[in-house]
């Protein structure tokens, strides 16, 4: 008992040192004040705190979580089929589909995104193809929208839904999959009573790497949103880089890691009663 407990000493070190105390500081320094030249002074206050239900930063906020849900739901849509494909192939095929969803990663992340700027743009190749072809008569305007802000965003994070999904699956005991089959029990019946419950862990997992990440992204937004989109965490890079109010920038970090756990719990909860439901229907 004493060995587990110095092994697990090492882990417990390297959380409170790279995530607690940080995040203690950043609590800190969101209920300071600023001099006339910007610097952090000991002045407890809550200014931040109540600036933050400005209807502009309510407003942002919100488009931040809306756009984080859509762009989870998306990858959880398109990620799940994907995943179970690759679960249930042969070992070869199992290799080259993990492999082509990695080989994003073996790209730097801006020149991907930069990439879209090339495709989506109103001299792009989309809009090139759409003209060639007849389909439509004027240039589309693709880039600097939401909707191209979505597309990247789904596009960065489908890899992180896919893995956890695929490990989920691949670790499933399939040997009740046969005996539902053996019962007479459709495939629909099957993968919702059997395969979905048995993945939760895997669609859990992903959810909260999606959701997490596509709220701390602020490049994509930067690049395929441009003046007409920003997230929260435009804001937070701004107040730290460019308008140098620490205390402000803190303060938006506190609220949305709060607001992230709570998404994050309640994701969590509404998987396990749908399971538990799913059980007792059964």
């Known amino acids: ?17 790279f995530l607690v105390v940080p995040m203690l500081i950043v609590v800190g320094i969101s209920f300071m004040g600023r001099d006339d030249l910007g610097n952090v002074v000991l002045d407890f206050n809550l200014e931040s705190y109540s600036r933050f239900f400005d ?3 309510l407003g942002i906020y919100w488009d931040t979580i809306v756009l984080s849900v859509l762009t989870t739901g998306l990858c959880l849509l398109l990620s799940y089929p994907l995943a179970y494909y690759i679960a249930n192939a042969g070992p070869k095929m199992q290799t080259w589909g993990l492999v082509l969803i990695t080989i994003p990663f073996w790209i730097n992340f801006l020149i991907r995104t930069y990439a879209w700027v090339l495709l989506l743009r109103t001299q792009g190749v989309v809009n090139n193809v759409l003209l060639d072809f007849g389909l439509i008569q004027e240039p589309l305007q693709m ?3 939401k909707g191209a802000v979505l597309l990247g965003m789904v596009y960065t994070f489908i890899p992180f839904m896919v893995l956890p999904l695929y490990v989920a699956l691949d670790q499933m005991d399939k040997k009740l999959l046969e005996a539902a089959s053996d019962l007479g029990a459709s495939r629909w019946k099957s993968f919702w009573h059997i395969t979905l419950p048995q ?8 959810s909260v790497l999606v959701y997490v990440s596509t709220t701390g992204m602020f490049v994509v937004t930067d690049i395929l949103g441009g ?3 920003s ?11 460019g308008a140098r109010n ?3 920038g803190s303060a938006l970090s506190v609220i949305f890691v ?6 994050i719990a309640l994701f969590n909860r509404a998987l396990t009663s749908k399971h538990m439901k799913t059980k007792e229907g059964r």
């Open 1 to 17: 008992m004493k060995k587990s407990n110095l092994s697990v000493l090492p882990v417990i070190l390297w959380l409170c040192l």
């Open 55 to 57: 209807p502009l930063y």
């Open 143 to 145: 880039l600097y929208t």
């Open 199 to 206: 993945t939760k862990s895997g669609i859990m997992t992903g």
């Open 227 to 229: 003046s007409k989109s």
């Open 231 to 241: 997230m929260i965490s435009n804001i937070i890079q701004s107040q730290f880089l």
């Open 246 to 248: 620490w205390p402000f």
């Open 258 to 263: 709060i607001t992230s756990l709570i998404m």
